[in-house]
Structure formats: C-alpha cells, structure tokens
C-alpha cells in the first residue's frame, strides 16, 4: 500500500503545470546586453539581446554551451597557451606559434624558424633558411657534402690544398679553410662541377653546371635540371621584392623556391596561405585560392575543395553557358518565340 501511494504522488508532481524536469541549457542565462555578457559560453556572441553560439569554423548555429577553462598543449588547439613561443590568436581564441616560430610535427611545441649550423632542428627548412647550404641530420643543422663550416658559414671547399690564404688565388678562391686544409670558396661562390675553382650562382632559369649554382639564389630547394636551374616538385618560384633606399640602383630581381602550401596547413594571416608563382604574377586580378581561417589554409569563397586541393568555381553564368543542357534549353526558347509571336 505505502508503495501503491508513493506512485500516485509521483504521478500528480509531475502533472503540476509548476512543476518540470530542467535539462542543463534550460539553467543558462542568455539573455545579453553585449558581447561579453555572451563570452562565457564557446564561441557566443549577443544578437538581438540573446546570446547565440556558432560552430567551430562555420556560421551555424548550435546550442550554447558553457566555456570550458581548460589548458591545451596543442598549437592551433583553444586558448589559453601554456607551450613556450605560443601566442593565443585574439580573434580565433587558438594557439599559434609566435612570429619567427614553427610548430613542431606533433604540433605540441614550437620550434624556431631557423637555425644555424650547430643547432637543434627536426625539419629540413628550418636549416636551409639560416644556411641554404645546410642539412638537418641526426636533429642537428650540419653542412652539407662537400661544404665545410667556416665562421658560422658553410662553404664550398675545393680539391686544390692549402696552408694559406695566398694559396687559393690561382683557383678562384679567397681563402684556406684550415681545419681541411683545403682552399674554399667565399659567401655567394661554389665550386664548379670537379672542385677546381669557384663559379657564381645562378638565378632562375639560368644555365648550371649542378644543383649548389643554383642554391646561391634561390635557396635550399633549387635544383639543376637539363642545365638550368629551377624548383624541386614540392616548391615553387616566389618572385621576393627587394628594399631599396632611394638614393641606391635597384638590385638584381630576386626569385626563390617556396614550399608548396598544402590545404589545412597551419597560418597566422592570408598571406601565408598565398601561393603566387611566377606564371600567375600576369593575372594579379585572380581570386586567391586559400585564406588563413581559424588559423588553418583554407579554400576561399570562389574556390571549392576537390582531391585535397582548392579548385575555382565558375560563375553562375559561366556554368550555364557549359552546361550541357543550355544550348537545348535555347533552343525551346527561340522555338516558342517563333511559335507564339511569329519572329
């Protein structure tokens, strides 16, 4: 009996009008007056006196939810940012490596951009950019083959041998390296392709003998194909501007091999996401394929993504004018005209 009663009662609570269930978002206050009034939850805002909440990376609307104060030793993860070099993005709320920064592969730290021979590394370019002559190898920046560290510098070394600096001049070169023993080229020389004396370097598309040529000018990954030099398949040709002071004659045009920016990679403004290589310069009035958003490569409005690549949307009139079916469509078009008014 006591049981049987127990029951009732549970039964007439519950039909009280007064009286109901609360789920966990009916507890929230959304009601605002600002934007920070709505900062508590992820990713609100205040719109027509009502905090709303969208998706990570979209404009849709989900259910608010309260803001969870939690650390991440992730770069690009939310803020804030515990990991050394690592700045909290004020308009995404995520952390990314601060300027002359990396993030590791793991993306858990972040790592210097570049570093000099002798150095810590785990990537390839973070060498090359301090030395283009430089090898990440066994997590250190060491000189590549046939290249010997010289103040800070890697050099060319040739085969003629030396005890001083006077013994390079017939070669070409202007000083001994004495550690090897050996005469070794200066900043912005190489050695030709049997190691007896030093050669220039070679810009884009100039003549080489082999692929250190064409390193001089346009960096690590330059390579020497068919006898002139390019960009290895993974980057491409970057035209740079050059500073010049007023008073100074331009210098010569200036040309590197860039990596190929890859879709999702990680980017603190568009620029970074920007790839425009030499045969794009002609159409500057071109949409940029990829923009930084939420600091991630991402395809922009007028581009669309297919086989992990931003490829260009046409216009609507562009489609129509393509479409398969818009030449039959014109023609019921004239065939009605005709028919009903006699042109």
């Known amino acids: 009996m006591p049981m049987m ?19 966990a978002e009916d507890l929230l206050e959304l009601s605002c007056s600002s934007d920070a009034q709505c900062s508590q939850f992820e990713r609100g805002r205040c719109l027509d006196m009502v ?12 259910t608010c939810s309260p803001l969870e104060k939690k650390l991440t030793n992730i770069i690009g993860g939310p803020c804030p940012c515990p990991m050394p070099h690592a700045d909290c993005h004020p308009r995404w709320d995520q952390c990314l490596c601060s300027a002359g920064h990396v993030p ?6 972040c790592l210097p951009e570049a570093v000099a021979p002798g150095g810590e590394c785990e990537f390839q370019r973070q060498c090359q950019l301090a030395d283009r002559f430089s090898s990440c190898s066994g997590g250190q920046c060491i000189c590549t083959s046939q290249f010997e560290l010289h103040e800070g ?3 060319a070394v040739l085969q003629s041998i030396c005890g001083v600096d006077k013994d390079c001049g017939s070669c ?11 005469c070794g080229c200066a900043a912005g020389y190489v050695h030709n392709h049997n190691m007896t004396k030093c050669v220039t370097g070679s810009g884009y598309g100039a003549s080489c003998e082999h692929s250190a040529q064409c390193k001089v000018k346009l960096g690590g990954d330059a390579k020497c194909l068919d006898h002139q030099c390019g960009c290895r398949p993974s980057h491409y040709p970057r035209r740079v501007a050059n500073a ?9 045009e200036r040309i590197t091999c860039e990596p190929i920016v890859p879709f999702g990679a990680l980017c603190l403004h568009d620029g970074q996401c920007r790839m ?10 071109a949409p940029a394929p990829m923009v930084c958003k939420w600091g991630e490569c991402s395809c922009s409005e007028s581009h669309r993504l297919e086989d992990n690549k931003c490829i260009r949307v046409e216009s609507g009139a562009s489609r129509m004018q393509h479409h398969p079916l818009a030449f039959l469509l014109l023609g019921l078009l004239q065939f009605t005209m005709i028919l009903y008014y006699g042109v």
């Open 244 to 252: 010049v002071a007023k008073e100074e004659e331009p210098e010569e």
């Open 172 to 182: 070409g070169a202007s000083l001994c390296l004495t550690k090897v023993k050996k």
């Open 104 to 109: 590791s592969g793991d993306r858990r730290r």
């Open 51 to 62: 905090c709303i909440c969208t998706a990570r990376g979209a404009g849709e609307r989900v």
């Open 153 to 155: 510098r890697c050099l």
């Open 276 to 285: 425009q290589s030499l045969l794009e310069e002609t159409n500057g009035t």
């Open 5 to 23: 009663m127990l029951a009732w009662i549970v039964v007439l609570l519950a039909g009280l009008p007064g009286l109901r269930i609360c789920r």
